[in-house]
């Protein structure tokens, strides 16, 4: 009984020594705290890039022109095609290498074009989602094309796709982390100062573990009830 109270009472005291250095001292707790605000900036903002570019693109691939059909499968064939790693340091140390720009404005770009290409896959997955009798009424009503896919079309796909839009802005928090390789920006970054620091690589990286798995299950079960009220709504 000796042998496993001195355990514990180690153990307690090697945990409350981790959670001292890594959080406390210093106010290093504040490093994590913008790595979680960064890391959720950069990719909502890079959502919202990646909504912009992945429309245009879904719109590129559906449409009738052999060239904007070329054009939207190539981009989203190498994007898809390679690490997200290499796109952010190619447009950080070659594309903006002479341009003086905010590195998590780099981020954003970055990650909203690799975030795009697989959001046009979703937008026009959604848009082919949508019975084609929809289009024949609204060219029937006398819409053209491009109104009856933007007031028609379009809305209906949204609530098709919007889970999964949803479910790309949580998968790109996580990919966010790689923003390290230009700078320490995000939750990874704050790890990397506390290490610096602390020679102790445990509990920055655990630390860090534990906030994205919390955040994540965070916005994983509002998306799971936004799911849930979508498909009450389908029902009625």
């Known amino acids: 009984m000796e042998s496993i109270s001195m355990w514990l009472e180690s153990t307690g005291e090697w945990i409350s020594n981790g959670i001292y250095s890594t959080f406390i001292v210093d106010g290093r707790w504040v490093w994590f705290l913008n790595g979680i605000k960064n890391t959720l900036l950069i990719s909502l903002f890079s959502?919202?890039?990646g909504m912009i570019l992945g429309l245009v693109t879904a719109?590129?691939?559906l449409s009738n022109s052999k060239v904007l059909k070329a054009i939207g499968g190539t981009y989203v064939d190498v994007i898809r095609g390679t690490p997200t790693m290499v796109q952010l340091l190619i447009i950080y140390y070659v594309i903006f290498a002479p341009i003086p720009i905010p590195k998590m404005l780099v981020g954003i770009i970055a990650f909203g074009i690799n975030s795009g290409a697989y959001i046009a896959?979703?937008?026009r997955g959604g848009i082919l989602s949508v019975n084609k009798g929809q289009t024949e009424a609204g060219r029937s009503l006398?819409?053209?094309n491009a109104q009856t896919m933007t007031f028609i079309i379009i809305p209906q796909a949204v609530k098709n796709i919007l889970?999964?839009?949803?479910?790309?802005?949580?998968v790109l928090i996580k990919e966010t982390a790689v923003i390290?390789?230009?700078?320490?920006?995000d939750l990874v970054g704050a790890a990397k100062k506390v290490q610096s620091r602390t020679y102790d690589?445990?509990?920055?990286?655990?630390s860090i573990a534990i906030i994205y798995y919390v955040v994540i299950k965070f916005l994983s079960v509002l998306l799971n009830r936004f799911e849930a009220k979508l498909r009450?709504?389908?029902?009625?």
């Open 232 to 236: 009450k709504s389908d029902v009625r």
């Open 163 to 170: 889970p999964a839009l949803a479910n790309e802005f949580i």
């Open 201 to 206: 690589y445990f509990w920055p990286l655990i």
């Open 180 to 185: 390290g390789m230009v700078d320490n920006l």
């Open 142 to 144: 006398g819409l053209t």
């Open 59 to 61: 719109l590129f691939r």
């Open 47 to 49: 959502v919202l890039l």
């Open 121 to 123: 896959e979703i937008v």
